[in-house]
T-cell receptor
Framework: DAGVIQSPRHEVTEMGQEVTLRCKPI?????LFWYRQTMMRGLELLIY????????DSGMPEDRFSAKMPNASFSTLKIQPSEPRDSAVYFC?????????????FGNGTRLTVT | AQTVTQSQPEMSVQEAETVTLSCTYD???????LFWYKQPPSRQMILVIR??????QNATENRFSVNFQKAAKSFSLKISDSQLGDAAMYFC???????????????FGKGTKLSVKP
């Protein structure tokens, strides 16, 4: 079990640039989540998918953020254009269905810095 | 909406001693799940322990145990025989058991930073 794989681990970009974060969930997991972590706001859910379908995107801050899950083994979170206030650690997490007992497995996160 | 509160931003414990981290939550639901996650400096989120609300027995995992008080909506984490490797941020989290749109989401507290002194 390789765990949830996120790339890149670090991303530094200039304001206005497009940023794409990538995630490969654990095989067999049908829920995928994107979280953002900042000192001020803690861990916030941005969006989550079930069977590749977005279920709740109410946490996506604004239209500059978009997420896709084209298949069961890949998801992207895109920010276009990026702004300094988007600087944070972005986590992808996955779990299998079958009840709330199933824990979330997190990737190692992507630290995004927008200058 | 459910909320999770961790009232201790920072805690400190001597190596080999016991420490308790507090967590309270607010919900109108009767069935749900509670979790503690650990985040060391490597920033990986690691599941420490979990509890089902309908189970009265407190969960234990080796040196980690919880004190689950459903009526008080309290879910504290006790770490016994603290080790240097326990130093980390600890997050309490809540998940609804409803099989609806919110069923997947974990709601996190703001975290408690635990330091372990040698």
């Amino acid at each position: 079990d390789a765990g949830v794989i996120q790339s890149p681990r670090h991303e530094v970009t200039e304001m206005g640039q497009e940023v794409t974060l990538r995630c490969k969930p654990i095989s067999g997991h049908d829920y995928l989540f994107w979280y953002r972590q900042t000192m001020m706001r803690g861990l916030e859910l941005l969006i989550y998918f079930n069977n590749n379908v977005p279920i709740d995107d109410s946490g996506m801050p604004e239209d500059r953020f978009s997420a896709k899950m084209p298949n069961a083994s890949f998801s992207t979170l895109k920010i276009q254009p990026s702004e300094p206030r988007d600087s944070a650690v972005y986590f992808c997490a996955s779990r299998r269905s079958g009840g709330g007992w199933s824990p979330l497995h997190f990737g190692n996160g992507t630290r995004l810095t927008v200058t | 909406a459910q909320t999770v509160t961790q009232s201790q931003p920072e805690m400190s414990v001597q190596e080999a001693e016991t420490v308790t981290l507090s967590c309270t939550y607010d919900t109108s639901e009767s069935d749900y799940y509670l979790f503690w996650y650990k985040q060391p400096p490597s920033r990986q989120m690691i599941l420490v322990i979990r509890q089902e609300a309908y189970k009265q027995q407190n969960a234990t995992e080796n040196r980690f145990s919880v004190n689950f008080q459903k009526a008080a909506k309290s879910f504290s984490l006790k770490i016994s025989d603290s080790q240097l490797g326990d130093a980390a941020m600890y997050f309490c989290a809540y998940r609804s058991s409803n099989y609806g749109g919110s069923q997947g989401n974990l709601i996190f507290g703001k975290g408690t930073k635990l330091s372990v002194k040698p």
